[in-house]
């Protein structure tokens, strides 16, 4: 940063807190109320998928309160961050209201400059997380988490300064106009607002025939400037610019995205630009707009850059700088057991780290905006991201609700479209599942194509997908570019070889789609060998069928080239406060993870072998470990050429070749009375690897 530009300081941590007519106490922001009561299980009994309107955890207005480090100085402005809150929030510095935020989901960012006093300064955040008819989501199987969730930011500007309260926007927003191997062409827009003695002077005062002051709309101010540079990885800059701020936006966007600041746009070239190429090498320039007044820098501002090309071919897959790939992806909700939504960076660093060791490319931040921290992460590693609207299950036609929606959509792709990671927007999740009489009253469909308007006028650069489980509802289906199917064969209907069916049956009529769910429920203390197929709404979800549901799942959605990607469902465990099933009620077990994130599941483990090359030997059904059989089978997952299998020190058989779905079996293994050490010895490539464990027998 420029020095005495523009100062951040973290307001994370101590706040009084006081929920209801509770007395104040003091706890730590990010914070929710619900981290304990939203998984502890149903009291309404309605279906799961009306969780996000639930009443079995407590709904109402939690007050925070803390004072501000700050005091004021001359001729700065003030702002506050909020990263997220749920779901309706009010902010007040000093007693004066200074902004309102509905949306659970983006950022949001208030100037509180006028509010401060010289010294000994308040903020006071009142946040409802009762259930909003307005608002989105609607519905949802998952628990609406209230609180002030997560990171808090006081940010101290110039007087002249690029804009952090336009949507929570970072101010300067980075547009690919086009990418080949030869050159970029990069267009950066920065955002700039300017004050003067308390008012915020983008505007110019004129007179009527009356000699009556009119204001009228200022096309550039005398000695501002911003100078936008891109530089490598290195460091080394490799295009520059500078524009002077001009009132004149696009039209489609001032339409799309409402009353806009002065605007700088500057179009540079990147010569033979390195390519940010997924995984494979995620690399990334910097984005550095500085904003400067009668010469002098007054702020600075920087983004990622990764620069790419993405498309989806019917026959290649989905197509990233032109090469195809079929997306290895899983799905995240952003809760964790004992802190609900109030996630620590470290927290969300783990669960990226272990999405990414299992070997996965592709990430859905289902069914809402995830962090801006998870997407860093993303872009630095080389995910691939599906970030969408919560729109879940349904939607309404109320002018109050579309103006909502529209909300957060720009939310969303404002304060998170210059992410390279980011290569589709998601506008709908199981539209018309679980929908009442009244509901379907709404023509939902002509909702949901003015949203894709909505976000396409935002940014045309990225296809437009959504998720459905509505097979026959082609007029819905229709409405995004390129549509996805959440399908649960061998958990919900069928066996799990209906993969291909649900496929064949979704591709009629078109040529491509994806599977953004498909999953299987599974407590790792509950075990079964041979395993049968259970019933979802009972408290048997073996850890074995699982496994056995994602090999047979997947092994249909590898072989098909129509299918540019698949998202499990889910990576983790997460609350959905009306779930009746599983070893615990209000927990969704279809996580590969335990929502602790102590246990990766057997299936997480077949998916590391599929999808990271790094040599693994794994033994299944490891944690049933009293046994009563004395003939088992042993199952391993195994990404090498041949693995060897010892029980008590002894061979037994010859050494396995695994199948093409990195599966090693072997049949009526005999177990000792009493303890079992079950090892194996895998080799590929001069490489050896081994894994063992304990099973005891008992007769």
Not at 82 to 100: C, E, Y
Not at 181 to 202: N, Y
Not at 507 to 535: C, F, K, M, N, W
Request: with cysteine.
């Amino acid at each position: 940063m420029a020095l005495d530009a523009r100062e951040t300081v973290d307001l994370t941590g101590k706040w009084t807190f006081s929920f209801g007519n509770e007395a104040p106490r003091q706890v730590d922001v990010p914070h929710t109320w619900n981290a304990e009561d939203g998984v502890d299980g149903p009291k309404t009994g309605r279906p799961p998928g009306f969780s996000v309107g639930s009443s079995s955890y407590r709904r109402g207005v939690g007050t925070y309160e803390r004072e501000l480090p700050v005091k004021p100085g001359k001729d700065k402005r003030y702002f506050v961050r909020f990263d997220g809150a749920s779901i309706v929030t009010d902010v007040a510095v000093n007693g004066k209201p200074v902004g309102r935020h509905e949306g659970a989901f983006g950022a949001f960012c208030f100037e509180i400059t006028d509010a401060l006093k010289d010294s000994g300064n308040t903020i006071t955040v009142k946040t409802d997380n009762t259930f909003n008819k307005n608002i989105l989501p609607l519905a949802g199987d998952f628990t609406m988490f209230g609180g002030l969730y997560r990171p808090v930011t006081l940010i101290e500007t110039e007087q002249a300064c690029i804009v952090p309260d336009f949507y929570a926007s970072p101010g300067v927003l980075v547009s690919q106009d086009k990418v080949t191997p030869q050159s970029a062409s990069v267009t950066v827009t920065t955002l700039v607002g300017f004050r003067k003695d308390g008012m915020v002077d983008v505007s110019t005062t004129g007179y009527d025939s009356s000699g009556e002051p009119v204001t009228k709309l200022c096309m550039g101010r005398t000695g501002s400037l911003v100078k936008v540079e891109i530089r490598d990885a290195r460091g080394k800059v490799v295009a520059s610019g500078e524009a002077r701020p001009l009132h004149q936006p696009d039209a489609a966007f001032a339409a799309a995205a409402g009353k806009l600041p002065d605007m700088a746009a500057v179009t540079l070239n990147v010569p033979e630009p390195v390519l940010w190429q997924g995984r494979q090498n995620p690399y990334l320039y910097t984005v550095t707009a500085r904003m400067f007044v009668d010469g002098k820098e007054t702020d600075r501002v920087e983004q990622p850059l990764g620069l790419r090309t993405i498309g989806i071919d019917p026959k290649k897959g989905f197509l990233l700088n032109g090469k195809p790939m079929q997306i290895k992806g899983v799905c995240r909700h952003q809760d964790m057991e004992g802190k609900g939504w109030a996630l620590s960076k470290a927290d969300e660093e783990k669960d990226m780290k272990m999405i990414l060791d299992m070997g996965a490319d592709g990430l859905r931040t289902a069914h809402y905006p995830q962090s801006g921290h998870i997407y860093d992460i993303c872009d630095k590693s080389g995910m691939i991201v599906w970030s969408e609207v919560p729109a879940v299950q349904m939607v309404s036609d109320s002018p109050e609700f579309v103006k909502n929606m529209k909300q957060q959509a720009a939310e969303m792709l404002l304060q998170h479209g210059n992410h390279p990671s980011i290569c589709m927007w998601g506008i709908f999740n199981e539209i018309g599942h679980l929908n009442t009489a009244e509901d379907r009253q709404v023509d939902m469909e002509a909702v949901l194509k003015g949203l894709k308007g909505h976000v396409k006028s935002l940014d045309a650069s990225r296809p437009v997908v959504a998720a459905t489980n509505q097979t026959g509802r082609r007029s819905l289906n229709e409405i995004p570019d390129y549509l996805a199917i959440n399908t649960y064969p061998g958990w919900y209907g069928g066996g799990p070889d209906g993969m291909r069916g649900s496929i064949d049956g979704y591709l009629r009529g078109r040529e491509t789609l994806a599977i953004s769910e498909y999953g299987h429920g599974a407590d790792v203390a509950v075990h079964e060998v041979p395993v049968r197929q259970p019933r979802p709404v009972s408290s048997h979800h073996p850890e074995e069928w699982q496994a056995y549901g994602h090999e047979r799942n997947y092994n249909a959605i590898r072989q098909r080239p129509e299918v540019w990607g698949s998202f499990v469902w889910n990576m983790f465990d997460f609350a959905s406060s009306e779930r009746r099933e599983g070893a615990k009620h209000g927990i969704n077990d279809k996580g590969l993870v335990t929502y602790d994130r102590q246990t990766p599941k057997d299936a997480y483990f077949f998916y590391k072998a599929n999808w990271n090359p790094e040599p693994i030997a794994y033994i299944t059904s490891r944690r049933f470990t009293e046994r009563k059989a004395a003939e088992t089978e042993v199952k391993v997952y195994t990404n090498c050429d041949s693995v060897t299998l010892y029980v008590n020190g002894r061979q037994v058989g010859q050494a396995v070749k695994p199948d093409d779905l990195c599966v090693a079996r072997w049949d009526k293994v005999s177990l000792d009375a009493g303890e079992n050490t079950v090892k194996v010895v895998a080799r590929t490539r001069g490489v050896v690897v081994a894994d063992s464990c304990v099973w005891r027998l008992s007769r």
